[in-house]
């Protein structure tokens, strides 16, 4: 199992650090101007009064221009988990491609178990998310002392590694239905895209019209509200769909992996 | 491997039919059939890829059955169609692998192979030749010296010097006492090496034996130009001759008589001209299947 994780982060390096640095970056350079922003706050947040409260729902709230309401809308509403989304469909992707232009069959007529081969990739594909992640906390972290965002440490140390909890769930629910069967091969990608990208719409557009208030309840991102992260509230909603996430997407992904025909 | 049959998902046909085989120590098998017979499916159960729908696949007499991750240390796979992984090299894939087989690798015999298969370890796998990567995939099958090889055309892409190292580690691992199974299309390259042949189609074995045998038992063919055309439908109304194959005024015969007799009866028509040629293991599989396609 240390073989194939090894081999896989090794494989995968120059995509490690171009995500971190992609990552890092962005989230540096979505901090740092909140320094010119922070002194006409008040005067943004009486402007941004007179629009309508849904279209704020959008940006994931209507207090933009507070240090909570501006780095829960600019970066962890929907920047950060969009593209660690993105990030980490594309990771799942890569670590089973193997299968897919059957480069896997060497490594199956090893004397590894199915398991310690599924394990090796995802252990790799934790480290490799985890690197992206502590690193852009780093730089978050940095980056708020320095423009003073009046943000306790702790709260945003939580937010973020929720949000990369979040964005995650959505890169195991994609592992798993790659891993699961060659029939749920098919619909990793579909699936994934509409409940993370389509749940953001349909939660955002809950606050034009009940049906969709409904339909969002059905979607992870409701459960999702960086505001109240950010100010220490930890949503229960949020904890039992990422702890049934992960359990369901771990349980499913090593049965249908050690039970299926492959390749 | 006994009586193991394989549906794949939505098909109401098998791919494989109770299909059973047995390969001795020290013995090279080969597996031939047409594209789509099934003789990749059978590859593929017996390294454990697919599970089988029913039936059962044991290595080294009844000691283990085949998902047992062990029995992998003693077994030397070739894919078909070697698919090696991108943005890597030779080497370092090679090495990769080594690692994955523990204790059992033989570095000696490791470094012996790359230096037979004059290969090119330092190349990215991705702009290697067809035949280049074809060697790393017969390196990384021989390297440990396993016990059992099972091998999907195996000198697919290969040139005739290369073609000649690989019958040199057949013959060694041959000599270790090692199992070889390989599927060929090359039925001289079987002619050549193996000691028995299965022939499968449609999932099903329908001719297994002696190398040995097949050639004891193949008789000559007649090539036979005629001048009449009129001949031509003497000659495939006659009941002393089977008809192999016709051209215009070209036939290519199997004589059923004695040979002064055979002679005799054709002497009766305009042959031109004739060739006498000794039967290979190609027509004798042309003939497998001829003959099961009619019935």
Known sequence: MISILLWEIRRRKWFTFWWTFGISSVVALTILPYVSVK??????????GELSSSAGSFLGGADLFSP???????????????LLIIMVLALASSLMRDETDATIELTLARPVSRTSILLGKLLAGLMIYSTVGIISYIIAYICAEVTALSINSNHLFVTHFICYIFAASFGLLAFMLLAASSRTRRLA?????????????????????SVFDTIAKATPYHYYNTTKLLTGEIQQGLVIYLALAIMISFGFAFIGYNRRDIG | MQEVTKYYHGSKKPAVEKLSLVINPGEVYGFLGSNGAGKSTTIRLLMDFLRPTSGSIRFFGSETDAHVTNVRAHIGYLPGDVSLPK??????????????????????????????????????TDTLSKGNRQKIGLIQAFMHKPRLLILDEPTSGLDPLMQEQFYICINEAKQRGAAIFLSSHSLGEVEKICDRIGIIKEGCLVYEGLIAEVIKSRKPTWSIRLEKISDIALLKNSPHFTILRET?????????????????????LSVVAMDIQHADLEDEFM???ETRKQS
Do not use: W
């Open chain 2, 248 to 268: 215009k005024n070209e036939v290519i015969v199997q004589p059923t008589l004695p040979l002064t007799k055979a002679l005799g009866e054709l002497s009766k």
């Open chain 1, 39 to 48: 002194e006409q706050a008040d005067e943004l947040t009486e402007s941004l």
């Open chain 1, 68 to 82: 909570v309401g501006y780095i829960s809308s600019q970066i962890y509403y929907i920047t950060l988990p969009l």
């Open chain 2, 87 to 124: 943005k890597v090299t030779g080497r370092e894939l090679l090495t990769h692998l080594a690692t994955l087989q523990g204790s059992a690798f033989d570095t000696q015999y490791y470094k012996e192979l790359t230096e037979r298969f004059e290969t090119q370890l330092d190349k990215r």
């Open chain 2, 287 to 289: 003939h497998y299947y």
């Open chain 1, 189 to 209: 990608m579909p699936v994934t895209i509409l409940l993370s990208f389509g749940g953001y719409l349909i939660t955002s557009l809950a606050a034009y019209s």
